[in-house]
């Protein structure tokens, strides 16, 4: 009951709204998109009201890694308060190195404000904030990917055509 109060997720999986009658009790509550220690650190977050000690730890290079699994993860699980939450920690993070990960993620995970603090960061720093395909096509590859989709990242791979203009 207390993890189906704290996501609208959980709820629908816990309680069967849109289950048919007969299905496989075994549900894969990850999706393929969230990791063990993700939900792991989900289900600490849903228990404790705080987030877990990998998102605390003090490699910074695994803090930031698992605040990334983290923000997916409660986007996933429809868990606004934690994708806030490390949204916030992540925008700790926002650095030449990191931004554009980190901006991908903001725009594939609808954190607008995430998302704005990146572009800000970059206008500020004078840095270009292009579309990394490696990050796209592995973000694509945790949500499933549509034959729109595709379409979408092809043009995103292709040069502007003021990116022609200045090699021609």
Not at 19 to 38: I, N, P, Q, W, Y
Not at 88 to 101: E, P, Q, Y
Request: aromatic share 8%; proline share 2%; net charge negative.
């Amino acid at each position: 009951m207390v993890v189906a109060a704290q996501s609208p997720w959980f709820e629908g999986l816990l309680y069967g709204h849109g289950r048919e009658a007969g299905e496989s009790d075994l549900v894969d509550v990850g999706g393929g998109v969230v990791g063990a220690d993700a939900f792991h650190g989900v289900l600490h977050f849903i228990y404790n009201d705080e987030l877990p000690t990998t998102v605390t730890a003090k490699s910074v290079k695994r803090r930031y890694e698992a605040t990334l699994r983290l923000f997916e993860a409660a986007d996933y699980y429809l868990m606004d308060r934690l994708k806030m939450m490390c949204a916030i920690r992540l925008g700790d993070f926002i650095m030449d190195s990191t931004v554009d990960t980190i901006e991908e993620y903001a725009e594939a995970y609808s954190c607008k404000e995430l998302e704005q603090a990146c572009k800000n960061f970059a206008e500020r720093r004078g840095v270009s904030l292009l579309p990394n395909l490696e990050i796209i096509q592995r973000l694509l590859s945790r949500v499933g990917a549509t034959h729109a989709t595709r379409r979408i990242m092809g043009v995103a791979a292709a040069p502007s055509t003021s990116q022609q203009h200045a090699t021609n």
